[in-house]
């Protein structure tokens, strides 16, 4: 099934193509010293994986820190935020003959997968090779839970041995123990997406970005990792703000590399006055939208932008990372689809740091109003700062924990 659905992938995205023999077990990059492997799905894993990526380089500095995407776009990400400091190759698929090989191949000193990724054979192999295994930042829903119900048995024997378990919330470990994980490697570490480090002189990146790109007078907001269907409501609310500030910016940033192209048509249709980044031309004054169609830039976008609208949250996607531009200080406005990080949204929004809207028309509403209200503005970024350190230390908690369960490697 996974071959079929990989398969049906590469139609649209040519890239899953790329690289296959990996996804088999049969090849992949040669490390020189030991193994330490970390494993993200794709880009949201990867990205909330960089805290604890970086301080594995630095802690294991004799090592080798292979890092493993489903997604072609998650290893893109990879390369261009790691560079050579790391090795990337495809997870293989969970078959035996696959895993076996994928192991031969590295024979981790152990692995850290994010979030919640359980490969029942994959963890069988890992663990009869006694290899630990610590899934980090781990999150469970309860509609994971339900549909794991009918597996049960395979869930609970593939998070027995040598699995340990840094739960994000409480919750995540009641209902990781719920489906079989020990209660003595279960531990409540938090989110380490909270340990996030915006990159240094960040701010001046995104003033040079505005300068250079002719819009360093104008209002400018970004509408972040957006989606089909969701793109006309965000043209739809600023075309409404230029009512009001006809000189204001979009800056739009399709979720998908492959969806560039389909968007820049959308705005030729839509008669929208565009430009695309990659292109290197300026903004004239009468340019509504800037294209941001590369990747690897986001951090740049957030700091050029007086303001976010963050992406799958006006279509039913469950939202993406809203810890990036809070940890830069700026207001954030999403839709109420936010269930892929139900307790951030909570967390910033009790700590008067997030703007819930619910359609297109309460978007170009709140974007009225933080545009005309500075203060207002500047006060939802603060809070969001100061959310994001209050919650700061997942990542040292989770440091221990992999030392004590790697303690007897």
């Given at each position: 099934m996974v071959l079929i659905y990989l398969w049906l992938k590469s139609f649209k995205q040519p890239d899953y193509r790329k690289n296959f023999s990996q996804r088999l077990g049969l090849a992949g990059p040669v490390a020189t010293k030991p193994v330490i492997w970390v494993h993200g799905a794709s880009v949201g894993e990867i990205t909330a994986a960089t805290p604890l990526i970086r301080q594995l380089l630095q802690s294991y500095p004799n090592k080798t820190l292979l890092i493993t995407t489903v997604t072609p776009t998650g290893a893109a990400w990879a390369r261009e935020t790691f560079g050579d400091d790391v090795l990337h190759c495809y997870l293989p698929l969970d078959a035996g003959f696959a895993v076996r090989g994928f192991i031969k191949r590295f024979r981790p000193e152990f692995a850290v997968?994010?979030?919640t990724e359980i490969w029942p054979t994959l963890y069988g192999e890992l663990n009869q090779q006694s290899i630990p295994i610590i899934i980090a930042s781990a999150r469970?829903?309860?509609k994971s839970v339900d549909g794991y119900a009918r597996f049960l048995s395979l869930i609970k024997t593939a998070l027995s041995g040598n699995v340990s378990i840094a739960a994000q919330t409480p919750d995540d470990r009641e209902?990781?123990?719920?489906?079989?994980?020990?209660s003595e490697k279960v531990l409540v570490a938090g989110n380490i997406k909270f340990d996030f480090d915006p990159?240094?002189?960040?701010?001046?990146?995104?003033?040079?970005?505005?300068?250079?790109?002719?819009?360093?007078e104008r209002p400018v907001w970004v509408a972040a990792s957006t989606h089909e269907g969701e793109e006309e409501q965000v043209l739809a609310a600023h075309a409404a703000l230029r009512l009001t500030y006809p000189d204001a910016l979009l800056m739009l940033v399709p979720r998908h590399p492959?969806?560039?192209?389909?968007?820049a048509k959308l705005l030729q249709q839509s008669g929208v006055r565009a430009v695309r980044h990659s292109s290197n031309q300026l903004?004239?004054?009468?340019?509504?939208?800037?294209l941001c169609d590369s990747m690897g830039e986001m951090m740049t976008f957030y700091a050029a932008a007086d303001l976010a609208f963050l992406g799958g949250s006006l279509v039913d996607i469950g939202g993406h990372n809203l810890l990036e531009p809070a940890a830069l200080g700026k207001a954030i406005i999403c839709g109420p689809s936010v269930s892929n990080a139900k307790d951030v949204a909570e967390m910033l929004i009790a700590a008067g740091a997030l703007q819930l809207v619910e359609n297109s028309d309460q978007l170009s509403h709140g974007l009225h109003e933080l545009f005309a209200k500075p203060s207002s503005r500047e006060g939802l970024g603060k809070n969001a700062l100061k959310a994001i350190e209050n919650n700061r230390g997942a990542l040292e908690r989770l440091m221990a924990f992999i030392k004590q369960a790697t303690s007897k490697i």
């Open positions: 997968i994010m979030e469970l829903s309860q209902r990781f123990l719920a489906v079989g994980a020990s990159p240094k002189g960040i701010d001046i990146i995104g003033r040079v970005f505005r300068e250079n790109h002719g819009c360093a492959e969806r560039f192209d389909d968007v903004c004239e004054t009468d340019t509504q939208v800037l």
